[in-house]
């Protein structure tokens, strides 16, 4: 299929030469707070404006790694209704899966391509995955979705927001990682668990910071 890219965007996605490069490209790319409302940038968007969301990222990254000859993968971490979904990109190496993904915490990052199942990968980020109280709040994970199933609504290139992605993920079937037995014992995150998340990559806006520390509950009303 011919590229809808430009040549000077190529040259930019054709530089990303490997995972970890379209990691650390993320990375150094101002956080989307999206502050003048919810949006839902293609990659072409993301390329302009650069900033990005955790679905945006996953999105550039899934379109930067089909450059390289690997389908564009991403992978829905859902989470209970109190918190919000993750979305990574993945890919595959010689010895297993792997994950990019764009997040302006501490956690919830990038994974390297050692594990042998999606499931195996997924699980490594349920204890990473906590709402400000100390509630471990990953529930299920989707199976990997195929963007190019998107490729004549032009997904890659849109000028309008592509949520149309987003939606799709929320009605693939998705794998539950808890029993009701294990869901009832589990353990909140402690103290040090929760000073972690607020070692930003980029600092937010005060109105998110401030909402984000208001969830925050002392140890003892843990």
């Known amino acids: 299929m011919p590229s809808p890219f430009t040549r000077e965007e190529l040259a930019v996605l054709r530089g990303l030469t490997t995972p970890a490069k379209i990691q650390d490209f993320l990375n150094a790319m101002p956080f989307n ?31 930067a790694l089909r450059l390289q000859g690997r389908k564009p993968l991403i992978l829905d971490l859902e989470a209970h209704h109190d918190d919000c979904d993750h979305v990574v990109a993945l890919f595959q190496g010689p010895d ?4 990019i993904s764009k997040t302006n915490h501490s ?47 032009d997904w890659m290139t849109a000028e309008d927001d592509v949520w149309f992605v987003p939606e799709h993920l929320c009605d693939v079937p998705h ?13 909140r995150t402690d103290e040090v668990e929760n000073r972690i998340v607020f070692v ?20 003892d009303g843990l």
């Open 107 to 153: 956690v919830l990052r990038y994974r390297e391509p050692i594990y042998r199942s999606v499931r195996e990968l997924a699980m490594t980020y349920f204890h990473e995955y906590y709402y400000g109280d100390g509630r471990k709040t990953l529930r299920a994970f989707s199976k990997p979705i195929d963007l190019s199933r998107f490729d004549k609504r």
């Open 96 to 99: 297993g899966w792997g994950a």
């Open 33 to 63: 707070f999206e502050a003048d409302g919810d949006t839902c940038r293609s990659p072409r968007r993301v390329l302009r404006d650069r900033t990005a969301n955790c679905m945006e990222g996953a999105m550039f990254a899934a379109a």
């Open 200 to 219: 930003y990559d980029w600092e937010p806006p005060q109105k998110v910071a401030e909402a984000h520390k208001d969830s925050v509950k002392t140890k």
């Open 175 to 187: 794998t539950q990682i808890l029993t009701p037995r294990a869901m009832r014992g589990l353990r």
